[in-house]
């Protein structure tokens, strides 16, 4: 059964690890997301974007395809299915179609707009027992065709957002999406520590998780952080590994083209992907 975040983000702090979200593009990368937490026993956050809702028919859809196959692959360890970077439609929707848990992006509206907004989204969340997740700060970089220009967030603006009783909240800290700059300044773990201060025991969020050295991805896990995206790094291996699989001429040889075989070696790479960042997350064996 899928389930809102809450639970397992708050024992995810408790136990100083973090949660990985995935984000989900197909059956394939749904299949190879959710076999892998279940091989490393690990709680597992599938991450949507409105345009992979889109691409996939919608989010009845997701909700029917994951539910069928938690069902189908005996999946036991906790799954929860996050609407990531939701508009204030989107994540309605979202929510009536069964997410258990959505993320509702205000980050580009004044602080009072953001607040507005956020504070009826933890009123419609609320009466449905569906997570929250709010943002503060504008993450850098391009998701989805949004771009971010980037900026640390006001430490006090984030208190502000996390009293409003949303369950988690992602502020910036010099993460982007995609892949870092070589001139990158690396993650502001001051501006972190002073959130982490301010906003009690709430589970932070960091976006961006492609990239970001080992060392940075634990020292923000120490400092609150118990929720990391990661979506580029699950692209690139993907498309590395299918490309490799077209030049060495295997799926034309034997019967002819099989989609199946064509799409097995991403599939194998999301998967190595996964079990590497669950590992270094610390959820590995959490479940
Ligand atoms: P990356 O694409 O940089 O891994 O970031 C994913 C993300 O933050 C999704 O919200």
């Known amino acids: 059964m899928l389930v809102s975040v809450k639970e397992m983000l708050y024992k995810a702090r408790e136990g100083k690890y973090a949660v990985g979200q995935f984000n989900i593009n197909n059956l394939e990368w749904t299949k190879a997301v959710l076999l892998t937490a279940q091989e490393n026993n690990s709680p597992v956050i599938l991450g949507v974007s409105e345009g992979a809702a889109k691409y996939m028919t919608g989010y009845k859809t997701i909700v029917a395809m994951v539910n069928g196959m938690m069902e189908s692959l005996n999946i036991t360890v906790p799954v929860s299915l996050h609407l990531d970077h939701g508009s204030y439609e989107g994540a309605k929707e979202a929510m009536a179609a069964g997410f258990p848990s959505i993320m509702f992006d205000g980050s580009h509206y004044a602080i009072a707009?953001?607040?507005?907004?956020?504070?009826?989204?933890?009123?419609?969340?609320?009466?449905?027992?569906?997570?929250?997740?709010?943002?503060?700060?504008?993450?850098?970089?391009?998701?989805?065709?949004?771009?971010?220009?980037?900026?640390?967030?006001?430490?006090?603006?984030?208190?502000s957002i996390a009293d409003l009783g949303v369950t988690i909240l992602a502020a910036g800290i010099g993460n982007i999406h995609g892949q870092y700059p070589a001139n990158w300044?690396?993650?502001?773990?001051?501006?972190?520590?002073?959130?982490?201060?301010?906003?009690?025991?709430?589970?932070?969020?960091?976006?961006?998780?492609?990239?970001?050295?080992d060392a940075m991805i634990k020292e923000a896990i120490s400092l609150g952080v118990s929720k990391i995206n990661v979506n580029t790094e699950c692209q690139l291996t993907f498309a590395a590994a299918t490309r490799k699989?077209?030049?060495?001429?295997?799926?034309?040889?034997?019967?002819?083209?099989?989609?199946?075989?064509?799409?097995?070696?991403?599939?194998?790479?999301?998967?190595?992907?996964?079990?590497?960042k669950m590992d270094l997350f610390g959820s590995t064996n959490q479940a």
Do not use: W
């Open 185 to 213: 300044a690396g993650l502001s773990m001051d501006a972190l520590a002073e959130i982490n201060k301010l906003c009690g025991d709430m589970p932070l969020v960091l976006h961006g998780g492609t990239g970001i050295p």
């Open 245 to 276: 699989y077209i030049e060495s001429g295997k799926d034309l040889q034997g019967k002819g083209f099989d989609p199946r075989k064509l799409l097995g070696p991403g599939f194998e790479a999301i998967k190595a992907t996964v079990k590497e």
């Open 113 to 159: 707009e953001n607040i507005e907004k956020t504070t009826e989204m933890v009123k419609l969340t609320a009466a449905k027992g569906v997570s929250l997740e709010a943002e503060v700060g504008s993450i850098g970089g391009e998701e989805d065709g949004v771009v971010g220009a980037g900026e640390i967030a006001d430490p006090k603006e984030c208190k």
